[in-house]
């Protein structure tokens, strides 16, 4: 165990704000560097102006400063090959990067090899096609084989914006048609999947994975859309609730058995190096759990509800993942209830302003404020991003966590907040 770590953070929102607000709660850490990072990491460690894409920057950083280890927030960087990046660097290789190799980023990175990958392991999930701009008939025959209404996703990353809901055949034909030969979401819609509709709860479950070993961490439920009752357009995530009230013991070992499992076995099976997060997006349809999507690395804000949770020393559990020793680590949960609320900029998820001052936030009373979009400028905080602050608060149960984060989202103020006040309504 190596007391006194040096630990590199990568990413900006609120999901890495949340990480560093834990991180340096640890004994073992030294020095937190985030990089980017935003107006509140730099509250608990110290900013850094690199490009988490630029990996030979990243590398110079990390031999200059003496990291221990590199925590990678956002998928870009995973996707994109960071974690295969470090392997290959004889300077490097023995720095532990938590996150999977770019193969096993895959999960996220393509829609289709994470169906694949389901298929093969007998995982359950919607059924399915595949298509590409010389498959559009192909693609209008299988939309005609399904009920309404037809989900299309672009097979790529695509910022979360990149899947669609059609109520209609016609309009499904129509949005098919842009994906792939108007190129709607650029490069990522160069190959779209074609999904049958799952009626039921979304929620998310998140596991921490060394290749071997895991460990189920709380659930959580987002809710994605800009609008009250879950109306309107698709956001980054309008607030989030952990645990989730209808995900049970019962429900869970559905999931652990049909889901993790294979999941984390069939990591092992395919010869993909996975040291890291992997995000399970679920739905609960009549009490069965089918999969929706993967993602590499923890969801925001789920994050901001999940992380406040865990009782666990964080860098401890980090080391276990790199050492593959996580069947050693107790992980211990906070039994309470989390809530967050996110406040937003208006004209999110469209157009909006951003260097908007943001007042009151010395005034927030038993919440945690987790930054996502801010910057501070001379000592002023300003707002830089669609999503701005993640509300967060504890409660003997939602409705509690719920009022203590909606009383701190009337402290806080700038101009053009908007917020949503039905958080948790569905449950």
Request: aromatic residues 8%.
């Amino acid at each position: 165990m190596t007391q006194g770590m040096n630990i590199l953070l990568i990413g900006s929102g609120g999901r890495e704000h949340a990480m560093a607000w834990k991180l340096c709660q640890s004994s073992r850490l030294s020095k937190l560097y985030i990089a980017p990072g935003n107006a509140g990491t730099k509250t608990v460690g110290t900013n850094v102006d690199l490009n988490p894409l630029d990996f030979p920057a990243v590398r110079d950083f990390v031999r200059g400063n003496g990291i221990h280890m590199v925590i990678v927030g956002p998928e870009a960087p995973l996707v994109a090959g960071i974690v295969d990046y470090f392997q290959s660097e004889p300077f490097l290789k023995y720095i532990p990067v938590i996150g999977p190799s770019k193969l096993g980023a895959m999960l996220e990175g393509s829609k289709e090899f994470s169906k694949e990958f389901m298929v093969r392991h007998n995982i359950p999930t919607a059924g399915y096609g595949s298509f590409t701009t010389d498959s559009l008939e192909e693609g209008f025959k299988f939309l005609e084989t399904l009920d309404s209404p037809y989900v299309l996703k672009a097979d790529g990353l695509a910022g979360g914006k990149g899947v669609l809901i059609c109520d209609e055949l016609v309009e499904a034909r129509i949005e098919l048609t842009s994906m792939l030969v108007e190129h709607k979401f650029g490069s990522a819609s160069d190959k779209v999947v074609i999904e049958e509709f799952l009626r039921g709860i979304e929620l998310s479950v998140f596991v921490l994975t060394d290749g071997k070993n895991y460990k189920i961490l709380p659930s959580a439920k987002d809710y994605k859309r800009i609008g009250e009752g879950d109306t309107g357009l698709n956001t980054g995530g309008m607030g989030a609730i952990s645990p989730v009230p209808f995900a049970d013991q019962e429900f869970m070992n559905k999931v652990e058995e049909r889901i993790v499992k294979p999941t984390i076995n069939g990591l092992a099976k395919d010869g993909i190096d996975y040291r890291g997060f992997v995000f399970i997006g679920l739905m609960n349809v009549g009490g069965e759990p089918f999969v929706i999507e993967y993602n590499v690395r923890m969801g925001d804000p789920e994050t901001e509800v999940v992380i406040p949770r865990i009782q666990t020393d964080l860098v401890d559990l980090f080391e276990a993942v790199a050492d593959q020793t996580l069947d050693k680590i107790q992980l211990t949960v906070d039994p309470r209830t989390t809530c967050t609320v996110m406040l937003v900029s208006d004209g999110y998820p469209g157009n909006y302003e951003k260097g908007r001052q943001i007042a009151g936030l010395e005034k927030v009373k038993d919440s945690v404020v987790f930054h996502a979009g801010t910057k501070d400028s001379n000592g002023n905080v300003l707002t830089d991003g669609g999503r701005v602050l993640a509300i967060t608060s504890y409660g003997e149960n939602m409705t509690e966590a719920l009022e203590q984060s909606y009383a701190n989202a009337h402290v806080v103020n700038y101009e053009g907040k908007y917020f949503r006040t039905d958080i948790g309504f569905d449950l």
